[in-house]
């Protein structure tokens, strides 16, 4: 079976209740009208313009702006939502359905400042790890490792007697700093050698003389 097309040069119209045959164009085509929704005919269009206030229901690809943000319930439909600036909204969610934004916002301290390992979210730890270098060691390395990399904040040198030896801090082979021991007070005490910088050529070593120990600050590799 086959159906028959009609051309006519003349767009036919009918009255209420009358038939018309199915139109063609002058190639045989099927002419299909969508209706007088946009500029002509033949057009698919929105009923409302862009930047319009909006109108009717959806179907529509432009989205609208809304100044706030609606709330849906299970098995409604609705608009795609736009910023003020015409760019569209997209919310991502993990596989199990939990919205990504505010699981990640309450990771987030809740103010600025020094806080607890557990409340931190640096790479490094709040509290330092240390390392003890006993008396008479020679290039120690520190984290049992060590790498490129390490960070060395500081050394608490610790003299045990009035005649403490050297202590000698390296960038593996690379001599960083040095205390060269000598004469202190009867009171013994304790003083810092700041560092605060990753190593460049492998771990970091400490090398210690007679009477005197250090406890080393940093993040090492175990």
């Known amino acids: 079976m086959s159906i028959t097309l009609r051309y006519n040069l003349v767009a036919q119209t009918a009255a209420d209740g009358g038939e018309i045959q199915a139109q063609c164009d002058a190639n045989g085509n ?3 009208t969508s209706g007088a929704s946009g500029a002509t ?3 698919v269009q929105g009923n409302v ?3 319009a206030t909006d109108a009717g229901n959806p179907v529509k690809v432009g989205g609208i702006y809304s ?3 609606p709330t849906l319930t299970n098995g409604q439909r609705g608009n795609w939502q736009l910023t003020a600036k015409g760019a569209g909204i997209v919310t991502p969610y993990t596989a199990a359905g939990v919205e990504i934004a505010p699981a990640l916002a309450a990771q987030l301290p809740a103010s600025i400042g020094p806080k607890t390992a557990a409340l931190s979210l640096s790479t490094v730890p709040a509290g330092l790890p240390y390392e003890t270098v006993a008396a008479s060691s020679t290039a120690q390395v520190m984290g049992g490792a060590g790498a490129i990399g390490d960070i060395l904040h500081y050394v608490n040198v610790q003299p045990t007697s009035t005649s403490p030896g050297v202590v000698t801090i390296l960038d593996n082979a690379i001599e ?3 205390w060269p021991g000598g ?6 005490k304790p003083f810092l050698i700041v560092v ?3 190593s460049v050529s492998g771990p970091w070593k400490i090398t210690t003389g007679a009477n005197v ?3 080393a600050y940093g993040v090492f590799t175990a």
């Not at 004469?183 to 013994?188: I, P, Q, W």
């Open 183 to 188: 004469t202190v007070g009867a009171d013994l």
């Open 30 to 32: 099927l002419k299909v």
């Open 49 to 51: 313009a862009a930047a």
């Open 196 to 198: 605060g910088a990753p």
């Open 41 to 43: 005919a033949d057009q």
């Open 67 to 69: 100044l706030t943000l």
């Open 176 to 178: 960083v700093q040095a």
């Open 213 to 215: 120990k250090v406890t």
